[in-house]
C-alpha cells in the first residue's frame, strides 16, 4: 500500500521566496493533518481537514502560511514570504475516523 | 482539552537492559493513546495504541504499554533493549472522532553495547 507521500523531501531557498509543500493522503482516509517539527518546540500541529474542509488552523504561525486542499488526494502548505524561522521539517499525515495518523516521511524545509 | 507530558527528554540504557519511557496524559474524554518512534531523517512510525478494552497493549518490536487511568499514564517498556530501538519516541493522545492527535515533546532513547 502507498503510504503518505510527501513532495519534495528537500527544499532550500532563500529567505522572501514562496515555498509550496504536497502531500498526497492515504486514499480512503477523510483527515489530513500538517505538523512543524523543531528542535526548539517539537512537533506542531499547523492545521487539520476532515473531508477536506480545513477544522482547525490554530497551529498556523501567521498569515504567511497558508493551507489548501482542493480534493481528498491532494493538499498543499504554502508560505509566502518565507523567512529563516520557517526552517523546519513539515510533516503530512492522514487518517480514517479513530484510525492512527499515518506519516509521511517529511520535507526538511532550509530557507537562507 | 486534551495534553501529554513526557518525563525525561533523553533516557540511556544498555543493550539487554529494561527500557521505560514515561507519558501522563490529561484529557476531558476518553482518550485514545499512541506510542509513535521515529528513526534519524524519517516519519513517525506507529509503535502501538490503546482505545478501548484491555489496558496492557503490545506493539511491535517487542514493546509494550499500559493504560492506567487512575495514573493517567501510558507508559512504554521493553524487556531487552537491542541497538536498532535508539530513536525518538513520542506519546500522543486524541480525543474525540476527527479531532487531532496531540503530542508529546519526546523522549531520545539511547542503547549503549
Known amino acids: 500500500d502507498a503510504g503518505v507521500i510527501q513532495s519534495p523531501r528537500h527544499e532550500v531557498t532563500e529567505m522572501g521566496q514562496e515555498v509550496t509543500l504536497r502531500c498526497k493522503p492515504i486514499s480512503g482516509h477523510n483527515s489530513l493533518f500538517w505538523y512543524r517539527q523543531t528542535m526548539m518546540r517539537g512537533l506542531e500541529l499547523l492545521i487539520y481537514?476532515?473531508?477536506?474542509?480545513?477544522?482547525?488552523d490554530s497551529g498556523m504561525p501567521e498569515d504567511r502560511f497558508s493551507a489548501k486542499m482542493p480534493n481528498a488526494s491532494f493538499s498543499t502548505l504554502k508560505i509566502q514570504p518565507s523567512e529563516p524561522r520557517d526552517s523546519a521539517v513539515y510533516f503530512c499525515?492522514?487518517?480514517?475516523?479513530?484510525?492512527?495518523?499515518?506519516f509521511g516521511d517529511g520535507t526538511r524545509l532550509s530557507i537562507l | 482539552a486534551q495534553s501529554v507530558t513526557q518525563l525525561g527528554s533523553h533516557v540511556s540504557v544498555s543493550e539487554g537492559a529494561l527500557v521505560l519511557l514515561r507519558c501522563n496524559y490529561s484529557s476531558s474524554v476518553p482518550p485514545y493513546l499512541f506510542w509513535y518512534v521515529q528513526y534519524p531523517n524519517q516519519g513517525l512510525q506507529l509503535l502501538l495504541k490503546?482505545?478501548?478494552?484491555?489496558?496492557l497493549v503490545k506493539g511491535i518490536n517487542g514493546f509494550e504499554a499500559e493504560f492506567k487511568k487512575s495514573e493517567t499514564s501510558f507508559h512504554l517498556t521493553k524487556p531487552s533493549a537491542h541497538m536498532s530501538d535508539a530513536a525518538e519516541y513520542f506519546c500522543a493522545v486524541k480525543g474525540k472522532a476527527g479531532t487531532a492527535l496531540i503530542f508529546g515533546k519526546g523522549t531520545t532513547l539511547s542503547v549503549s553495547s
Open positions: 490503546y482505545t478501548t478494552g484491555a489496558t
Open positions: 499525515a492522514s487518517s480514517l475516523g479513530q484510525q492512527p495518523q499515518h
Open positions: 481537514f476532515n473531508n477536506n474542509v480545513p477544522i482547525d
